[in-house]
């Protein structure tokens, strides 16, 4: 049911007589605690208190960027539900535009919710001062809105790409894990060690830096050996790593070695105690785009050889 009562927030409708029956959907990334599922999903009960709404069905994405819909199971599953009728509520609640997602084309988000408003099913932006009726001012107002929130994600990478670089020419490593041979320590800002981190594990300070160091003794011998069949004996990736799986040697994660791992391997300055940044760019969930030498960020002789 399209609500066309009032226009703007600010004069909220009280005289509901009918139960309405409404999903939620609520979608926290890595933005600000403010918008943790849980908080969204207090303001989202509160509207639908003040309107007479009963929330029956939640859709959820946790960890998930908004710049796209790829990834985003709860979001697909809502508007499949939609299109197919699978459904058992008259209206959708979502916490502001921004969780509905911050894509880049604005027009991918009106996509969706016109989808929706289609299957006679108004979505309702809970924490934004407009009421979503379709009037002009209200219209006006998510198209401004969703050029925001778009906005807002091209600034953040702006900022994150200028950080990163600056860390890379500090000869600060901030990737994931290293490569075999390799460790990753981690520095207080004083610059003391608070120790290694293991797979999967991130520093939980902002002030908090992380270098490389050499790793388990084990590796080292993997990465001499490799090299040394490369230079000495002139064989090829696939080759290098045909050996290494025929003497039951695996990756540090424990997997058969693959010829695309050695070649990276091979190709890593690290090795030679440099750290590069932006070889690849990976911006706003766009492809993946090969950068020339010239645009590189690096920082030479930044841990022992």
């Known amino acids: 049911m399209v609500d ?86 008259d209206c959708i609640l979502v916490y502001d535009i921004s969780r509905w ?50 906005d807002f994600s091209r600034q953040l990478s702006k900022r994150v790409f200028i950080g990163q670089c600056r860390i890379t020419e500090l000869g600060f490593w901030h990737g994931g894990k290293p490569a075999c041979g390799l460790r990753r320590e981690l520095l207080n800002e004083q610059g003391v060690s608070r120790g290694l981190l293991e797979v999967g594990q991130r520093k939980a300070l902002q002030t908090d830096r992380i270098v490389l160091r050499p790793g388990p003794a084990s590796e080292r011998k993997i990465v001499r050996r490799i090299f040394r069949l490369l230079v000495n004996e002139g064989k090829g990736f696939k080759e290098i790593a045909t050996e290494l799986n025929a003497d039951q040697i695996k990756t540090p994660l424990g997997n058969p070695w693959a010829g695309q791992a050695i070649e990276k391997m091979l190709t890593n300055e690290a090795y ?31 841990l022992p050889r």
């Not at 940044?277 to 090969?290: A, G, I, T």
Request: aromatic share 10%; net charge positive; proline share 3%.
């Open 4 to 89: 066309t009562l009032v226009t703007f927030r600010s004069v909220p409708p009280t005289n509901y007589s009918l139960t309405r029956r409404a999903a939620q959907y609520v979608r926290m990334s890595t933005d600000h605690q403010r918008y943790s599922t849980a908080n969204q999903k207090q303001v989202i009960a509160a509207y639908a208190v003040e309107r007479n709404i009963e929330i029956v069905r939640t859709y959820t994405d946790d960890g998930r960027s908004g710049l796209t819909i790829v990834g985003r199971g709860g979001l697909q599953e809502l508007i499949a539900d939609v299109q197919f009728a699978r459904t058992d509520f």
């Open 101 to 150: 997602g911050r894509f880049q084309d604005a027009d991918e988000s009106a996509y969706y919710e016109f989808i929706c408003k289609r299957a006679g099913m108004n979505v309702h932006y809970c924490a934004d001062e407009f009421e979503n009726d379709g009037s002009l001012a209200s219209t006006m107002l998510k198209v401004a809105k969703r050029f925001a929130a778009a």
């Open 272 to 302: 030679i105690g440099n750290i590069v940044f932006n070889r690849r760019s990976y911006k706003l969930r766009k492809e993946p785009v090969r950068n020339p030498p010239e645009m590189w960020v690096r920082h030479n002789n930044a």
